[in-house]
C-alpha cells in the first residue's frame, strides 16, 4: 500500500494506513475519551444470546441500537436475569474491538426495570387476538390438501 498511486497523484505512505492502524487509532481515541468510561444507558434487551464465554445483546430504545456484551463470569455474579423484552439500565464501559472492528458497551452492573415497552406492545397484541378468539381451537383450521402436498 505504501506504493499506492492514482491517477497522476502520489499517496504519501504515512497518509495511509492499515485496517489494523485505523483501528487502533480508532479503540485509542475511545478510551481516551472520558466521555465514554462509566455510561448509564436505559433501553430493552434484544437478540440474547450467549456462550460459554460471554453474553451478547442489543440494546434499543424503539430507534437506535446498541451492540452489548457481558463476559459469562461477571453475569453469573450479577443479581440480574436478562431476556429478549426485558427493560434495563446498564453501567459500563463503550470499547472497541480492534480485530472485528466492532463498538459495544460493556456493562459491569444491570439494573433491571421491568418490561420494554416493545415486549408490552407484543403482549397487548397477544391479549387482544386471544379475546377475540384467535387462538381458540374451534378457529383453527387445518390446511388445504394442495398445500400439504407442497409441503412434501
Given at each position: 500500500?505504501?506504493?499506492?498511486?492514482?491517477?497522476?497523484?502520489?499517496?504519501?505512505?504515512?497518509?495511509?494506513?492499515?485496517?489494523?492502524?485505523?483501528?487502533?487509532?480508532?479503540?485509542?481515541?475511545?478510551?481516551?475519551?472520558?466521555?465514554?468510561?462509566?455510561?448509564?444507558?436505559?433501553?430493552?434487551?434484544?437478540?440474547?444470546?450467549?456462550?460459554?464465554?460471554?453474553?451478547?445483546?442489543?440494546?434499543?430504545?424503539?430507534?437506535?441500537?446498541?451492540?452489548?456484551?457481558?463476559?459469562?463470569?461477571?453475569?453469573r455474579d450479577?443479581?440480574?436475569?436478562?431476556?429478549?423484552?426485558?427493560?434495563?439500565?446498564?453501567?459500563?464501559?463503550?470499547?472497541?474491538?480492534?480485530?472485528?472492528?466492532?463498538?459495544?458497551?460493556?456493562?459491569?452492573?444491570?439494573?433491571?426495570?421491568?418490561?420494554?415497552?416493545?415486549?408490552?406492545?407484543?403482549?397487548?397484541?397477544?391479549?387482544?387476538?386471544?379475546?377475540?378468539?384467535?387462538?381458540?381451537?374451534?378457529?383453527?383450521?387445518?390446511?388445504?390438501?394442495?398445500?400439504r402436498a407442497?409441503?412434501?
Open positions: 500500500m505504501a506504493d499506492a498511486e492514482r491517477e497522476g497523484d502520489e499517496v504519501r505512505s504515512g497518509d495511509v494506513l492499515s485496517v489494523q492502524e485505523l483501528n487502533e487509532r480508532i479503540a485509542s481515541a475511545i478510551e481516551e475519551t472520558s466521555a465514554l468510561h462509566s455510561v448509564r444507558c436505559i433501553g430493552e434487551v434484544t437478540d440474547l444470546h450467549q456462550n460459554s464465554t460471554a453474553l451478547y445483546f442489543t440494546l434499543t430504545d424503539g430507534e437506535a441500537e446498541l451492540p452489548c456484551m457481558i463476559w459469562a463470569n461477571r453475569y450479577m443479581d440480574a436475569e436478562l431476556e429478549d423484552g426485558t427493560e434495563v439500565i446498564l453501567e459500563g464501559d463503550i470499547e472497541y474491538w480492534v480485530e472485528g472492528g466492532k463498538i459495544d458497551l460493556k456493562p459491569w452492573e444491570v439494573i433491571v426495570v421491568g418490561d420494554g415497552d416493545q415486549a408490552a406492545a407484543v403482549e397487548r397484541l397477544r391479549s387482544e387476538l386471544e379475546e377475540r378468539g384467535w387462538f381458540d381451537d374451534e378457529q383453527k383450521q387445518r390446511p388445504s390438501a394442495l398445500h407442497r409441503q412434501r
